[in-house]
């Protein structure tokens, strides 16, 4: 035992430890999404959770010493970390990275690899703490484990929540704080406790000359709108969506559907970013009549002063546009709360009350959520075009869940559609389209073909396409409206019933007739041959695959990069490209952090291939398991932010109590590690098969009751999963301790990988069959414990 | 110190090392000269440019004459003639040159005709019109761009361009009507006024997509009669399978 260091202090600097690492990790994403972009974030932020297996690989390497200096080691690191997060905050800063640039430019890779090593170092020395202990106080492993486990759900909870409150580099304070408490419970000494004293005292006012302004790289929509003449950044609100900054510029002009055509002026705007990149424009009050000369009015030209449901409500360019057209009532659904504060206070005036609640319903929560909770019917459902075109163009979404444009939603969303009335989508216009075509196909899903083809009108513009879906056949005087409106904006007519190929892609020529033929041919059964045969992947979105932006295929390789080369990259899917690229630096960066330290040391220690599966099966298991459920139960309380902390921080906290329980249980461990596995299985097929069920009976609570049952639906399967990792760690403890360390760095790198692989499953084949694949995992791991490791 | 320490330190500072290499190259390596960059320039035109299928004869002059070099900042100076955009600042860059190339042919800017660029940026487009004959008239909403290309323009006597700071989505009335127009900065959505200001039968085009992605160019063409079509060209099929 350490001296002076009682399992009690290890236990709590383990849990202040983790709950610091798991926040950092969150605030990390967040602030990157900001500087670069969201699927660099994810790229630079995968690569330093490295950190955690790097940390076994350097215990293997050192063991004797680390073992011999524990509580000094303990003692030294929260310093270490809080002095290595904060040169990260400038390092990050200076180190000239972008990320556009990467294909391009070799060394905007080294910049990369460099940035990712430097953030390393936090995780590092975190992890070191973590599995030193583990090492060092081979008694205490469910204890440590338990510490270690409700730490990081403890962490992932109050970041969260402090995002309504306060900004990343007041955030980074408190983690840096926080950490710096966890060396007095690590001192041995008065003169270390002194100094952990000194330091503190010294830390908060050093840290409050911290930087205010977020580094955002020079190409993202807002800095490039920020170096026009005159510009400012007028306001700024950080939130649980991120960055929500509103520009205020003589010259920004945006409405990407407007007709070429449109005699009238645009009104003085207001540009609106969230994390940077362009997400619509606040419109001020005044003459209005241009509303009429974009695509996604179409709809109003069809239905006399509807009611209407605005998904997305944004700057509230959707909202102006039904009070134009004179709707008898507009509800608005908007999840981004800074951005309803922002416009029912500071641009209220400008804006005309847009957001005004007695011109308006306006409902803060998520477009689907309301959707599945709502009994309301709505004349016109119109989900407006909010992300921009550089971020769809190069698929940073590609990677993100969207429930809203999945073939259940769209059910869901057409069930709301009162007799007569309308669903709009607009989406914008790739070449080859994509998205926009995915769309087309979703909505052919979700309505059947044959209901499908009496009920469907596509338009377009050069740059963006309007969907129309009618619960109900499209009347002839209606089409004949739809005719004119297009033929006075230059728009092009891409499907209406009874269209025939001569009356399209007329105007704005696109080399392909993409619209009328994916049409034609996803409305007469033909659909399956069209997939496969299109050159991006448009198979409709659903809840188990719910990636509408991805649309990426094998076959682009074949057809587009190999004979083009690199004139052919604009066309990729960044996301999803990135995320491969992810995936194979972290194999091999893991292979060779987990194999050179053991050969180096020259351990003897037998049974390294079962260690290596049992430790690596349980990572992927786990991250497997953790990331399917969070898709499930984002379902159950459509709120992103709160899912993430609920589902986050049960999984942690329960199966840290898991580990635990199984203390107390008379089990042999053997027969512990098998009740465990049959239990998650059991537990996740009994989920799987009642999923609907679930989901119909949450949506009668309001959301704080829908958490606490989501945290206690949890609790069932991530117990049992608390179970297999301290039962293996201490067996191996027993059986060559030198091999235990190694153990904590193997599972560390393969929960990293684990994730990056969760969602490249998920995304080909389904959340579903990640889902069995961590059974698969557990089984394996069940085996390989059963036969044992040496 | 033993062996087995000496590659402990190693396997933990090898791969911190090897992060340093790459920049460290840079110092060794010396700048090129102006004919060196001839080269460059010459192959540059022969192989991004010809071999994608761009033939108009003037247009392959002005790639040929004018010194890329000169419209990039110092320090990608080595990679102007490069087939890649290049940062030039201001979250702004210099388009590849192929696309410039292909912009300036399939708007048909030839001798005396009036051009319109709305965002000049280091001012090459420019260059390359002016190049060609075209009395071009060129906007930047940037101040420290407009500025700078100004000023390099004049050095470079480059007598026929005329470089405004100004907002670019009203056009420029006074020069009005344009033969053609080329828009380098795309804002949310083509300009309607910008149309306005196009002669019958003269030809627009914006390039589409990130900053260092042009995914497609949006070509617009007003006809006699003033009526505007617009047609979307995909950079991947103006090259020929052999152009790698």
Request: proline share 5%; charged share 15%.
């Amino acid at each position: 035992m350490a001296p002076g260091l009682s399992a009690g202090r290890i236990r709590f600097v383990v849990f202040v430890i983790s709950a610091a690492l798991i926040a950092y990790e969150i605030l990390l994403f967040k602030l990157f999404a900001i500087t670069y972009w969201h699927h660099f974030a994810s790229l630079i932020v995968s690569l330093a959770l490295l950190g955690f297996g790097a940390s076994g690989a350097f215990i293997v390497l050192f063991h004797e010493s680390l073992k011999k200096h524990f509580a000094g080691v303990l003692y030294v690191s929260p310093f270490l970390i809080v002095l290595s997060v904060w040169i990260n905050m400038f390092l990050s800063r200076i180190i000239s990275f972008n990320p556009l640039m990467i294909v391009w430019q070799p060394k905007e890779t080294l910049a990369l690899l460099a940035l990712s090593l430097f953030l390393m170092v936090p995780f590092f020395l975190g992890a070191l703490c973590i599995g030193l202990s583990f090492s060092a106080r081979r008694d205490d492993i469910y204890g440590i484990y338990f510490a270690n486990l409700a730490g990081s759900g403890a962490g992932s909870l109050p970041v969260l929540l402090t995002f309504f409150h306060m900004g990343p580099y007041e955030i980074l304070l408190v983690i840096s704080l926080t950490i710096l408490c966890a060396s007095f419970a690590a001192s041995t000494s008065r003169v270390r406790t002194a100094i952990s004293a000194v330091v503190l005292a010294a830390a908060v006012p050093a840290f409050l000359l911290h930087p205010t302004a977020i580094p955002m790289n020079s190409f993202k929509d807002l800095s490039v709108a920020f170096n026009q003449a005159g510009a400012r950044i007028e306001k700024e609100v950080f939130g649980p969506f991120g960055l929500v900054s509103v520009l205020e510029s003589p010259f920004y002009h945006y409405l990407p559907d407007l007709s070429l055509n449109c005699p009238f002026a645009l009104p003085k705007q207001k540009g609106l970013f969230l994390n940077g990149d362009a997400a619509g424009a606040i419109n001020s009050a005044g003459d209005t009549r241009f509303m009429e000369w974009r695509t996604a009015s179409v709809a109003y030209r069809l239905l006399d002063r509807p009611s209407v449901l605005i998904i997305g409500g944004g700057g509230g360019t959707e909202i102006l546009n039904a009070r134009h057209h004179k709707a008898q009532k507009i509800s608005v659904v908007e999840m981004n709360r800074e951005i309803v504060a922002l416009m029912q206070r500071e641009y209220r005036a400008f804006s005309g009350g847009l957001y005004d609640i007695a011109a308006a319903r306006i409902l803060v929560e998520d477009g689907r959520g309301y959707l599945e909770r709502t009994k309301r019917r709505f004349d016109l459902i119109q989900i407006s075009l909010l992300e921009s075109m550089e971020s769809a163009s190069a698929g940073v979404y590609s990677l993100n869940e969207n429930y809203l444009f999945t073939v259940e939603a769209l059910r869901t969303a057409l069930a709301r559609v009162a007799p007569g009335g309308i669903l709009s989508v607009s989406r914008w216009i790739k070449n080859p389209p994509r998205d926009s075509i995915k769309m087309l196909a979703t909505i052919i899903a979700a309505l059947g073909p044959e209901k499908a083809a009496g009920s469907l009108v596509v338009i377009r513009s050069w740059q963006t396409a309007t969907l129309l879906i009618k619960n109900g056949p499209f009347t002839p005087a209606q089409i004949a409206a739809v005719k004119d409106f297009c033929r006075e904006r230059l728009f092009d007519l891409c499907y209406y019933p009874g269209i025939s190929s001569g009356e399209t892609n007329l105007i704005n020529k696109l080399d392909e007739n993409y619209f009328f033929n994916a049409a034609k041919r996803l409305l007469s059964g033909d659909q399956e041959r069209f997939y496969d045969e299109y050159p991006f992947y448009v198979r409709p979105a659903t809840d188990d695959r719910p990636f509408f932006a991805h649309t990426f295929k094998a076959s682009f390789i074949r057809k587009y990069l190999i004979p083009y080369g690199r004139v052919s990259i604009p066309l990729l899917d960044w996301g999803y490209v990135l995320l491969w690229t992810a995936l194979a630096i972290l194999v091999v960066f893991s292979l060779v952090l987990i194999v050179v330290p053991i050969r180096i040391s020259g351990s003897s220690a037998r049974g390294k291939t079962s260690v290596f599966l049992y430790f690596g099966a349980l990572g992927l298991a786990y991250l497997f398991l953790e990331m399917s459920f969070l898709q499930q139960f984002i379902r159950y309380l459509y709120d992103p932010v709160f899912s993430a902390a609920v589902v986050i921080g049960s999984f942690l906290v329960y199966s840290g109590i898991g580990g635990l329980l199984s203390v107390k249980l008379d089990l042999s461990s053997r027969l512990q590690v098998r009740v465990a596995v049959i239990w998650i299985a059991g537990v996740v097929i009994l989920y799987l098969s009642a999923d609907r069920f679930f989901a119909g009976v949450l949506f009668a609570f309001p959301l704080g009751i829908r958490m606490a049952i989501s945290s206690l639906l949890i609790a069932p399967l991530a117990v049992p999963m608390g179970i297999p990792f301290p039962a293996g760690l201490s067996r191996v403890a027993k059986e060559d301790e030198n091999l235990l360390p190694w153990a904590w760095g193997i599972n560390g790198f393969l929960s990293v990988i684990g994730a990056s692989a969760a969602v490249l499953i998920a995304i080909s084949h389904g959340f579903v069959l990640v889902v069995l694949a961590a059974l698969a995992f557990y089984v394996l791991a069940a085996f390989v414990y059963s036969v044992g490791f040496l | 110190m033993n062996m087995n320490a000496i590659r402990k330190i190693l396997a933990v500072l090898l791969p911190v090392l090897s992060i340093g290499i790459g920049p460290a190259t840079n110092f060794l390596c010396a700048e090129p000269n102006e004919a060196s960059f001839a080269v460059m320039r010459e192959r540059m035109v022969e192989r991004q440019i010809i071999r994608r299928g761009v033939d108009d004869v003037e247009v392959l002059r002005a790639m040929r004459t004018v010194l890329r070099h000169r419209f990039v900042p110092r320090e990608v100076i080595e990679q102007a003639y490069d087939d890649t955009p290049l940062p030039i600042g201001y979250g702004q860059t210099i388009s590849q040159p192929y696309i410039v190339a292909y912009m300036t042919q399939i708007v048909h800017a030839g001798r005396n005709t009036g051009v319109l660029e709305i965002g000049t940026g280091s001012g090459y487009q420019a260059a390359i019109l002016s190049a060609i004959g075209a009395k071009v008239y060129t906007i930047e909403i940037i101040p420290e761009l407009a500025k700078a290309a100004a000023l390099r323009l004049k050095d470079m006597k480059y007598k026929n361009v005329i470089v405004r700071c100004a907002d670019g989505y009203y056009g420029w009335k006074e020069h009005a009507p344009f033969d053609a127009i080329i828009v380098t900065a795309a804002a949310g959505h083509i300009p309607p006024p910008l149309l306005k200001q196009l002669r019958p039968g003269g030809r627009m085009v914006i390039p589409i997509g990130g900053p260092f992605m042009v995914q497609n160019l949006v070509l617009a063409i007003k006809d006699e009669a003033g009526g505007i079509k617009t047609q979307n060209l995909m950079p991947v099929r103006f090259v020929p399978l052999t152009g790698r």
